[in-house]
């Protein structure tokens, strides 16, 4: 559009101006046609001036060279307008580039209006093709948030449970050393070793990996409110699911885990005489087939004083199953 408006403004200024005749000099030669001065006046095209002194003109000026007087003379006719140009006024050429500037200005807008329309539908396309992938990657979340909570549940009924279920307390035999006996402080002639066993059922279809143990000891008569543990053992053992107690009576064919701790001639002799008890706690964490795990607390004692020497329990606070935190 420039370019045009460039190219209009040139051929207007190129364009001849119209000129009129020297009516001074037309008027003089028609009216002084006999005289000789009148013939000089005519053959030189010039202005005079009379300055009263006598009736000779004076030339003031110099004349006007023979070509452009021609021109004078016979470009122009009367009071006709001269042409602008070979066969079009200036101001016809003025009104053709006008229209022509208004025509590309129209179609700089049209082309402007059809670019905005155009980038219009483009943006409502990608709005809502964006919605739809929202909301198709939402419903995928919510299925895949559902297929895995099937999957668990369909899992769950397969995951095995864990159920204490009994506690014995052995001790090494003084007559056949390396063979395990029941524990029994009816003798306090030096140090007793006593080990205790938690035996524990797998109910369920899929096997268990024991991952961590541990096992404490304390005489006393009663244990503190809260657990404190020590003696953690990290030893993965995998363990079968489907034993229960009536099959594999010996605590050593169970499921079990253990512990042992050397009870000085002092404990012993406090023990029998049913001043204290041997209390042993602690806890072992394993993991299932979702790769959950889960930790058990344990507890229980031997005591002189009950007609049953072992029991399995204590304080809730020692006895529980939670699941631990995934990392």
């Known amino acids: 559009m420039g370019l045009i408006a460039a190219l209009a403004v040139l051929l207007i200024a190129a364009a001849p101006m119209p000129s009129k005749p020297i009516e001074g ?12 001065s009148e013939r000089h006046k005519q053959s030189t095209p010039a202005a005079y001036i009379d300055l009263g002194l006598s009736r000779a003109w004076q030339p003031v000026i110099q004349p006007i060279p023979q070509q452009v007087t021609y021109y004078l003379h016979n470009s122009t006719k009367g009071d006709e307008e001269p042409s602008g140009f070979p066969w079009l006024p200036a101001d016809g050429w003025v009104a053709i580039f006008t229209g022509l500037l208004f025509i590309v200005s129209a179609w700089q807008g049209w082309l402007i209006l059809g670019a905005e329309r155009r980038n219009k539908a483009i943006f409502e396309n990608t709005r809502r093709q964006t919605i739809a992938a929202i909301a198709a990657a939402k419903a995928a979340r919510i299925s895949a948030e559902a297929s895995k909570i099937q999957a668990r549940a369909l899992f769950a009924l397969e995951i095995s449970v864990v159920t204490l279920y009994r506690i014995s307390f052995i001790t090494q035999s003084k007559v056949a050393p390396g063979t395990p006996t029941t524990l029994d402080f009816s003798r306090c002639d030096g140090p007793v070793f006593s080990q205790a066993i938690i035996n524990f059922s797998v109910v369920g279809r899929t096997d268990i990996i024991v991952i ?74 394993y993991k299932d087939i979702l790769e959950d795990i889960t930790e058990v607390g344990f507890i229980g004692s031997w005591s002189a004083s009950r007609s049953i020497r072992e029991t399995l329990g204590g304080p809730d606070a020692y006895q529980y199953q939670r699941k631990r935190p995934k990392v």
Request: hydrophobic share 35%.
């Open 212 to 285: 961590e143990t541990s096992f404490n000891t304390i005489v006393a008569k009663d244990v503190p409110a809260e657990p404190s543990y020590s003696n953690v053992v990290h030893s993965p053992r995998r363990i079968a699911a489907g034993q229960s107690k009536e099959q594999f009576p010996s605590p050593f064919a169970q499921p079990f885990v253990s512990g042992g701790a050397t009870i000085s001639e002092v404990e012993c002799a406090a023990i029998k005489a049913g001043e204290m008890d041997l209390w042993v706690y602690g806890y072992f964490a």
């Open 25 to 36: 000099a037309h008027n003089q030669g028609a009216h002084h046609k006999g005289s000789a």
